[in-house]
T-cell receptor, first 115, second 106 residues
């Protein structure tokens, strides 16, 4: 158990819908990272928050957004869902941000299926 | 951007065999991690190893940062070692390799 929690574990929804994925980092970690794992694209970094502020952006679509709250939990919002958004979404946490000594620990993931 | 290449893409071993997985990266990196993704999809941290050598039981890893590669050694493999092994490198974000799919047969 990495100490990172994600809910829900599974999510099935329809095209055009909006969903919210939730992540709670390990105790003491200030950074939260979101990743998408799909069969065709592999594991891709989406976005990072550090202590409530956006710090780095990767291959995140405009239909996707995230935020980190004062209690450091984070939510990833996916809207206008398409079939191609079906994937495993991971959250990771770390004490610091990129470019620092910073081991990332991954949550169990949320498997999103868009029908 | 930085390229991360893992080899071999697939590996089938008999239980008890040893193996070496390789990760090459195209630029200097701040950090490097090895992960094991088990058949249930969970990503498990194996090593945080931007440079040097570390050992944890039957697993060990070496990163030669100046030559831009890292190696993961698995000795006396067990069926529970099956899954996909990912190398991930970090500069301004985290980049994953495509993974090595390991199957250990009893």
């Amino acid at each position: 158990d990495s100490g990172v929690t994600q809910t829900p574990k599974h999510l099935i929804t329809a095209t055009g819908q909006r969903v919210t994925l939730r992540c709670s980092p390990r105790s003491g970690d200030l950074s939260v990272y979101w990743y998408q794992q799909s069969l065709d694209q592999g594991l891709q970094f989406l976005i990072q928050y550090y202590n409530g502020e956006e710090r780095a952006k990767g291959n995140i679509l405009e239909r996707f957004s995230a935020q980190q709250f004062p209690d450091l939990h984070s939510e990833l919002n996916l809207s206008s869902l398409e079939l191609g958004d079906s994937a495993l979404y991971f959250c990771a946490s770390g004490f610091q941000g990129f470019s620092s000594y910073n081991e990332q620990f991954f949550g169990p993931g949320t498997r999103l299926t868009v029908l | 951007g930085i390229q991360v290449e893992q080899s071999p893409p697939d590996l089938i071993l008999q239980e008890g065999a040893n193996s070496t997985l390789r990760c090459n990266f195209s630029d200097s990196v701040n950090n490097l991690q090895w992960f094991h993704q088990n058949p249930w999809g969970q990503l498990i941290n194996l090593f945080y190893i931007p440079s040097g050598t570390k050992q944890n039981g039957r697993l060990s890893a070496t990163t030669v940062a100046t030559e831009r590669y890292s190696l993961l050694y698995i000795s006396s493999s067990q069926t529970t070692d099956s899954g996909v092994y990912f190398c991930a490198v970090e500069i301004n974000d985290m980049r994953f390799g495509a993974g090595t799919r390991l199957t250990v047969k009893p």
